[in-house]
């Protein structure tokens, strides 16, 4: 019976499997081949989220890495025990406090989700599924032809 549980997605959609999810997925975008599918993975489910009233906007922080070397702030919401970070639209910065510089200190809760089924469930959650085409499947479908190296006396021009 407990195995059947399991494999229900209606019940794995809770708020907190939802936020650990984000967590895991987030955590290694960080270091991951396609980092942009796992970061839009995070950010649609956040702002589903949002809209479901399962999640809440905190306010803002400077973010610890600034694009151009300019300040920049984020958006600190909270999901269940977890809190994570998305850009700002225009809307929060009237109407979120601001809430300085993120606090070292805090840590969000340890997750135990592999990657893959935090993926599955994010995508079961926000209906996005991931380009298999990886960079190097891309090249191997172009067919190059071969051209000979041509060469050219001293000053001459290549074309």
Excluded: C, W
Excluded at 33 to 56: R, T
């Amino acid at each position: 019976m407990d195995d059947h549980k399991r494999l229900d997605p209606t019940k794995q959609l809770t708020t907190e499997n939802l936020a650990r999810a984000i967590y895991v997925v987030n955590r290694h975008a960080k270091t991951a081949p396609n980092p942009k599918y796992l970061y839009l993975l995070k950010k649609n489910a956040l702002i589903k989220l949002l809209k479901e009233g399962k999640a809440q906007k905190e306010g803002l922080h400077f973010s610890n890495n600034p694009k151009f070397s300019q300040q920049q702030s984020d958006v600190l919401v909270s999901a269940g025990e977890y809190y994570f970070h998305m850009p700002p639209t225009k809307d929060d910065f009237d109407k979120l406090p601001h809430l300085g510089t993120l606090n070292q200190t805090y840590r969000n809760p340890k997750a135990n989700m592999s990657l893959t089924k935090a993926k599955n469930l994010l995508q079961n959650y926000v209906g996005l599924n991931e380009d298999k085409k990886s960079p190097q499947s891309i090249h191997s479908t172009q067919t190059r032809t071969y051209e000979k190296p041509v060469f050219k006396r001293l000053g001459e021009s290549y074309r």
